[in-house]
């Protein structure tokens, strides 16, 4: 048994805005060069993405996302800058919570029991 860590960002009115999903989701528009795509690959709707997406950016006062023009398919999205370095900065904080939740409970559960 391994424990769960599961790490959400919270705004100042306590409103999570951040976590798995809406990094999966960032993780997908990289992928897939849209967000259309990402959702359709998620098995979710394109509504749905564009709401969690709105969401963060809100929180964020600044965009994740931004329109690609032209392109293979027309256009699309990806990341910005600002979009790129969050992510990665909420990947690092991620690992490292898991790493020092798991060294926690190493040290509680010394026998693996």
Partial sequence: MKPVTRVYLYDEEQNRFFGEGPCRLLNAIEATGSLRAAAA?????????????????????????????????????????????????????????????LRIYHEIFRDGS
């Avoid at 965009?63 to 392109?71: A, D, Q, V």
């Fill in 41 to 101: 690959s998620m098995g979710m709707a394109y509504s749905k993405a564009l709401s969690i997406l709105k969401r963060a950016e809100d929180a964020l006062s600044f965009p994740l996302t931004e329109k690609n023009i032209g392109g293979r398919g027309g256009g699309g999205s990806r990341l910005t800058a600002q979009g790129k370095e969050f992510l990665a900065q909420y990947e690092a904080y991620r690992n490292a919570c898991y790493q020092e939740n």
